[in-house]
């Protein structure tokens, strides 16, 4: 799958501030203030590295062409945002909220991302790859062109969530709580059909 990297040119670099700016352009991030609200942002070409974004809260912000490196997105809400162009790598994001989200160009990179909400994202041309997306929900979500490398799915739970044509032979699908709608078309290995067989209560005759 061809996906698009972000093009990051980098003429400045300071602290995240929560200055009252509306689009941020070519900035290198490499620390942030306590306890500021950053809304109504467009970042572009930007990156961030290393910061815990623990005091940060996000207002109807966006992000295209951003690298994040080693950074703590965790317990962040970016309900409702566009993110497209996007590389989040080795960075935890666990328990955020990703409700209605567009998605495009995104890939995770050895990222741990449990416990976080896509219902009702938009995923279109995301790659995850080395990546903990386990007790993850996944409803209403719209997937097109997803590319899954090594990624851990344990008890997380698609409903309404078509994986047709997505390939999770190599991912963890243990525990994982799927309905009809969302299993329909996917790729999955001999082994984890055993389990889905288990799922859906269906018994496997042996010869």
């Given at each position: ?10 003429l ?6 929560g ?5 941020v352009?070519?900035v290198?991030?490499?620390?942030t ?26 207002d ?14 965790s ?19 666990s328990?955020?909220?990703?409700i ?28 995850i790859s ?54 329909k ?23």
């Amino acid at each position: 799958m061809k996906i698009i990297n972000p093009k990051i040119v980098i003429l400045e670099e300071r602290t995240l501030d929560g200055s009252d700016e509306e689009d941020v352009y070519n900035v290198l991030f490499n620390n942030t203030k306590r306890d500021i609200n950053v809304k109504s942002t467009s970042f572009n070409s930007c990156q961030f590295d290393s910061i815990d974004f623990n005091s940060v809260k996000f207002d109807k912000v966006s992000f295209v062409s951003v690298v994040f490196n080693n950074c703590d997105l965790s317990n962040k809400v970016f309900d409702e945002e566009f993110i497209s162009k996007v590389i989040f790598n080795n960075c935890k994001i666990s328990g955020a909220s990703f409700i209605d989200t567009h998605f495009e160009d995104v890939q995770f990179i050895n990222c741990k991302v449990n416990y976080s909400n896509f219902s009702g994202a938009k995923m279109k041309k995301v790659v995850i790859s080395d990546s903990d997306f386990s007790d993850t929900t996944f409803i209403e979500t719209l997937f097109n062109k997803i590319d899954l490398n090594e990624v851990n799915f344990t008890r997380a739970e698609f409903f309404k969530s078509s994986l047709k044509d997505i390939d999770l032979s190599n991912s963890k699908i243990e525990e994982v709580s799927f309905d009809l709608f969302s299993v329909k078309g996917m790729v999955i290995d001999k082994f984890q059909l055993v389990y889905l067989a288990g799922l859906l209560e269906v018994r496997l005759k042996e010869n």
